[in-house]
């Protein structure tokens, strides 16, 4: 179930913040309940009058810094399908779009390398989704929530029962995947199963 929540701000512009994990939400939320107060106060001085104080020259250049930013989110932030945050006019800018970049840029790295290894069977292809993930995405361990992202990342349709098939993949028969200690539900690629999936390609 995804969480939404909608802003209007004057000039008709709404800010909207949506995502289906919880977290991500409340970490968009308490980012845009921080900048966008700010981003109000700074609008209504842009739209100010010019005062004995102020030169044209200092008007026109509070104007062009409290000008909103693309898209219309007035720089305060916008939730990503991937779960990045886009900021404009805060401070932390700069290194939000660097880390979205660099995430973007693992994202097509994992892609390809799913696609040059290509398993055949959910059971192959959840430990190449694994493997690929904390190759390419920071990422050591999966739960089949995560599973389904990756999944969608790499071009491949779902299986049924992630679980299940999880389950599958760590049994003594295989013992391609192990459970985290400490992290319910989480699981991460053997040595046994990158040897049996992933050795071949490597080679």
């Known amino acids: 179930m995804a969480l939404k929540v909608s802003i209007s701000l004057p000039g008709d512009t709404v800010i909207t913040f949506e995502?289906?994990?919880p977290e991500v939400f409340r970490e968009v939320m308490g980012l845009a309940l921080k900048e966008l107060p700010g981003y109000l106060i700074q609008m209504q001085m842009a739209g100010a009058p010019a005062t004995s104080r102020d030169s044209p020259g200092e008007v026109a250049e509070k104007n062009k810094d409290a000008s909103p930013g693309p898209s219309g989110t007035g720089g305060t932030g916008g939730y990503q399908g991937n779960g990045a945050i886009s900021s404009d006019t805060s401070e932390e800018g700069g290194a939000t779009h660097l880390q979205q970049a660099q995430r973007g840029e693992g994202e097509e790295s994992f892609a390809r390398f799913c696609g040059s290894v290509s398993p055949l069977g959910d059971m192959r292809r959840v430990v190449v989704a694994a493997e690929g993930a904390r190759r390419f995405l920071d990422t050591e361990a999966?739960?089949?929530?995560?599973?389904?992202?990756?999944f969608d990342l790499a071009g491949w349709s779902r299986?049924?029962?992630?679980?299940?098939?999880?389950?599958?993949?760590?049994?003594?028969?295989f013992r391609w995947l192990?459970?985290?200690r400490g992290s319910p539900g989480y699981y991460m690629v053997t040595e046994i199963g990158r040897k049996?999936?992933?050795e071949p390609r490597d080679k």
């Not at 999966?142 to 990756?150: K, N």
């Not at 299940?164 to 028969?173: E, G, L």
């Open 19 to 21: 995502a289906s994990d």
């Open 142 to 150: 999966v739960s089949e929530r995560e599973l389904g992202h990756l």
């Open 159 to 173: 299986p049924t029962d992630f679980l299940q098939v999880i389950r599958n993949a760590s049994r003594s028969k």
């Open 178 to 180: 192990e459970r985290v």
């Open 196 to 198: 049996k999936v992933l």
